[in-house]
């Protein structure tokens, strides 16, 4: 069968020496900064109203007859989703009783379809992404994970010249109308009901608690929309929300955002990334503290975990205030009309403690990249761009510069700031003073102008040798950051002999752009794993994010299915005054035998005295987590209890194989019986 092509994205690496040149000649009145090309007419806002899929949206899959999208086909056919056809490059049949295409293009033609969605793999999903835009599909849902990084910023730049197509995603459980019956994802179709609570989440297992909260506190939900957790996103929080709030069947709203500070007491640093749901402040944004003040202010009723927000919204639309939350001001006031706005809180309650220097940013970091130590930064910069590297001295303004992505922009950009000191002090109040210039991802940082930079730099020096010093600098980071596809580049410079002096870099890059095929030579030759922890090495090789947490009372494993899910996990056991020892992510792709490793993963540290397991599972199956609990009971003779939560697709048949298997297990439905349960076994 032909597969879509993998494709990489038009780079101007090679072209770039030949930009700078002209630049450079061009009179500072004539420079344009930053620009970035538009579409002749309308723009990517005008596509909002595409998200709002009801019974008459018609659906095609985008490699329609793999496994995934036929199981997930079946399901949502059978609960009211108009599916139309799919497409298979090259090919043309029936499947399903469906007709199957050989491009997206015909499919637009023949089927008429109103939404895609793609069910290829990560390292096809750009193309098929690119085909769908290029047809005009007024609807794009992509719930692979892993998607390269600059695949991303390529497409963002394309999505930006058009206003026919609206992305969702990726790595996103896609958005499904509970009134309408209509699902373009794979989200678990058990815990819906239709009602009058719309959704936005980043992470898909906390908007599938959400789902069965409002589902058992009978207000059932209007519009869910995954925005997913990649680190820039189709459509995005915001977006989301402002579609919601216009949505005649949505009377309240959800938002899941796991913007949390801390992971067990572990302070979120910019630029950490905590599991795949994109929960983690980037250089230039807002921290969760800021974040969750501005709700706060804002009036928004705070939550510590989903399984609340169901009667918490019941409460309000009551019109009385319910325990436990927290509101300062009126939510429902008339701009907001009818809409109430809810939110899932992270530990925003817990006091932020002082967050590490730039340069230990790493502990405790999901392998979502790879690093160069600041030593061969140095090399790198000395070689590609002659740049003056060494050591601190102790002597001068530290300053900021890094190339880096804006992920409001959702492209690519230059981050400066003026002083390291003042950025790290500014980010324990509230967000970094960061400035971001971005620039278009096709077309490179086009027409730069380096004085406006060295003005907000607050270089001492303003001659010629300073400012072509930090244009050379700039050149020489933009180059790799396209050459090998980075994440962050990060520079720490001061002015020394009136020039530019590096004197310390940490270089970021997309380890996905590995996963999924890069040659050895162009990545593989500069990884740097952040960790020699055996269990961490032992969990990457598994697919698993394992992160091992401080304290000697720390005594509850944790084995949780995604990371929204897995973080607010480890912070309401702290919330209940519990301790994890660990955050584990299986993936949404685990097997029974991954769950058993992550058993051995977890039971590797003697801190350990029980295992909670709290599953809610949409690609994850309830009987699949099941049949791993058994095995690993039983062939690794485990000694400390375990407690069980399940649910989500297959919970039934999951919860069947735990209370048949007459193993000694805590079986619960509720998550706050469950961590009650797991925090007194832990005490024993």
């Known amino acids: 069968m032909k597969m879509y092509r993998y494709a990489r994205h038009y780079s101007p690496v090679h072209s770039l020496r ?10 500072p009145s004539s420079q344009r900064f930053f620009t970035i090309c538009q579409p002749l007419h309308g723009s990517y806002a005008d596509t909002l109203p595409f998200l709002r899929i009801n019974s008459n949206t018609r659906v095609i899959f985008q490699g329609f007859t793999g496994k995934q999208a036929t199981a997930n086909a079946k399901d949502s056919l059978a609960w009211g989703t108009k599916i139309v056809g799919g497409v298979i490059p090259g090919r043309t049949g029936e499947h399903l009783g469906l007709p199957v295409l050989p491009s997206v293009r015909q499919a637009m033609e023949q089927l008429k379809p109103d939404a895609t969605g793609i069910y290829v793999a990560a390292h096809q999903a750009s193309r098929a992404i690119e085909e769908a835009i290029e047809a005009e599909v007024p609807l794009i849902v992509a719930v692979a994970e892993h998607i390269p990084v600059h695949n991303m910023l390529g497409i963002h730049s394309m999505l930006k010249t058009q206003s026919k197509s609206r992305l969702v995603g990726p790595n996103s459980p896609g958005i499904i109308s509970a009134v309408g019956k209509c ?47 990649d680190m820039v996103p ?12 216009k949505d005649p069947d949505t009377e309240a709203i959800a938002l899941i955002w796991p913007i949390v500070g801390l992971i067990a007491g572990v302070n979120e640093a910019p630029g950490r990334i905590m599991g ?42 009551q019109g009385t205030a319910g325990p436990g939350t927290t509101s300062r001001s009126n939510p429902f006031a008339t701009d907001m009309q009818r809409r109430q706005l809810h939110f899932m809180r992270g530990p925003g309650r817990r006091s932020l403690a002082p967050s590490p220097s730039v340069h230990n940013m790493h502990q405790h970091q999901q392998r979502r990249s790879i690093y160069l130590d600041v030593n061969r ?20 303004t530290r300053r900021l510069l890094a190339v880096g ?49 060295a003005s907000y730099l607050q270089l001492s020096n303003k001659g010629d040798s300073a400012v072509d010093s930090l244009r050379r600098l700039i050149e020489t980071l933009t180059t790799m950051f396209y050459e090998k596809e980075g994440i962050l580049l990060t520079t720490h410079i001061v002015e020394r002999l009136g020039e530019i002096k590096v004197v310390h870099a940490r270089f970021a890059f997309d380890h996905a752009t590995f996963r999924n095929g890069t040659p050895p030579d162009k990545i593989k030759a500069m990884y740097v794993r ?41 912070d ?57 609990i058994v095995m690993a009971f039983k062939e690794l003779l485990l000694t400390v209890p375990v407690v069980v939560r399940i649910r989500g697709t297959n919970e039934t048949e999951g919860q069947k194989i735990i209370a048949d298997s007459q193993l000694p297990l805590y079986a619960f439905d509720d998550f706050e019986e469950a961590a009650a349960k797991a925090i007194e076994l832990s005490r024993k």
């Not at 030949?18 to 009179?27: F, K, S, V, Y």
């Not at 009372?553 to 480890?570: C, E, K, R, S």
């Open 234 to 245: 189709g459509t995005d929080m915001v977006e989301a929300l402002s579609v919601l709030e």
């Open 276 to 317: 795949h749901a994109g929960a983690f402040t980037f250089l230039g944004e807002p921290t969760a503290k800021a974040k969750i003040a501005a709700l706060e202010e804002a009036g928004v009723t705070l939550v510590n975990h989903p399984a609340k927000i169901g009667d918490t919204l019941k409460t309000k639309l």
């Open 572 to 628: 309401a056991l702290a919330d209940a005054g519990g301790k994890a020892a660990n955050f584990l992510d299986t993936g949404g792709k685990a097997t029974s035998e991954t769950v058993k490793e992550s058993f051995m993963i977890i039971l590797q540290d003697p801190r350990v005295r029980v295992v909670f397991v709290n599953i809610f599972g949409g690609l994850t199956l309830g009987d699949m987590i099941a049949r791993g």
């Open 183 to 229: 699902r373009v994802g794979f989200q678990p179709l058990p815990c819906f009901s239709p009602g009058r609570v719309g959704i936005v989440a980043k992470s898909g297992t906390l908007s599938y608690e959400t789902v069965a909260s409002t589902t058992r506190a009978a207000l059932g939900q209007s519009l869910c929309i995954g925005v997913g957790g």
């Open 18 to 27: 030949r930009q700078w040149a002209c630049r450079l000649r061009m009179p």
């Open 405 to 453: 992505i804006d992920r409001s922009a959702r492209s690519p950009a230059i981050l400066v700031a003026p002083s390291i000191e003042d950025w790290m002090e500014e980010a324990q109040r509230a967000s970094a003073p960061v400035k971001s210039f971005p620039f278009d991802y096709r077309r490179g940082p086009d027409e730069l102008a380096i004085e406006r930079l």
């Open 530 to 570: 952040a960790t020699d922890e055996p269990a961490d090495i032992k969990a990457e090789r598994s697919g698993i994010v394992y992160v091992k947490l401080p304290g000697e009372d720390a005594a509850i494993g944790t084995l949780v299915n995604g990371a929204g899910l897995a973080m607010n996990t480890v």
């Open 377 to 396: 930064c140095f090399d790198e910069l000395r070689a590609r761009g002659g740049i003056n590297c060494g050591p601190y001295s102790g002597h001068g």
